[in-house]
């Protein structure tokens, strides 16, 4: 027998993104369906209930509650991956990584008196200030990981922008990052 489901505790902010979802017109079918979900299990409804409702399978609301009870909101709303860690963090979390990495250090509160990011000075950085920042998974990126974030997020700017993105790298275990004035 597998692990209790807990029926899901929504905060205001989350109730109303689903809300928001279920009710915009351009939402997907299927994130439709995952916050209509999670509503009904944080409205006390039960697993058979809900996929009655629905018309769609126990399993399928099970599988989706397990995933919100085991990753959080974001995951459970967002898109299933297709393996890989990296897939699973949340677009917030990958825009905090590259303004933190975008950012001067000692300009930020806290930050070290660098003007650039040095070594694993950012890993630091952000690994310090995971609980306080709200991203308790920082704790256990690596610095590959936290470079691809970077990379990744100098691509989509760069696309953003209508340009390639350059070739420098901003990231952990470089030895500086170029600043522009």
Excluded at 25 to 53: E, F, K, M, S
Excluded at 159 to 165: D, F, S
Aim: hydrophobic share 40%.
């Amino acid at each position: 027998m597998g692990v209790k489901l807990k029926q899901p505790e929504l905060n205001a902010a989350e109730r109303e993104e689903l809300w928001r979802l279920i009710n915009e017109p351009g939402t997907d079918a299927v994130v439709r369906q995952r916050a209509q979900i999670l509503l009904y299990a944080a409205d006390g409804h039960d697993r058979n209930a809900i996929a009655q409702l629905l018309g769609i399978g126990k399993t399928a609301v099970q599988n989706l509650l397990r995933r919100y009870q085991l990753s959080g909101f974001g995951a459970a709303i967002g898109p299933i991956s297709g393996g890989g860690y990296l897939s699973k963090v949340s677009p917030e979390l990958k825009a905090y990584i590259c303004k933190i990495a975008a950012a001067v250090p000692s300009e930020l509160e806290d930050g070290p008196n660098l003007n650039s990011w040095q070594g694993s000075t950012l890993l630091g950085y952000l690994r310090e200030h995971a609980q306080s920042s709200g991203f308790k998974e920082l704790k256990r990126m690596t610095a590959g990981m936290i470079n691809s974030i970077i990379a990744e997020g100098k691509v989509a700017a760069a696309q953003n922008a209508g340009r390639q993105p350059q070739k420098e790298s901003a990231g952990v275990g470089t030895a500086s990052r170029s600043t522009q004035a």
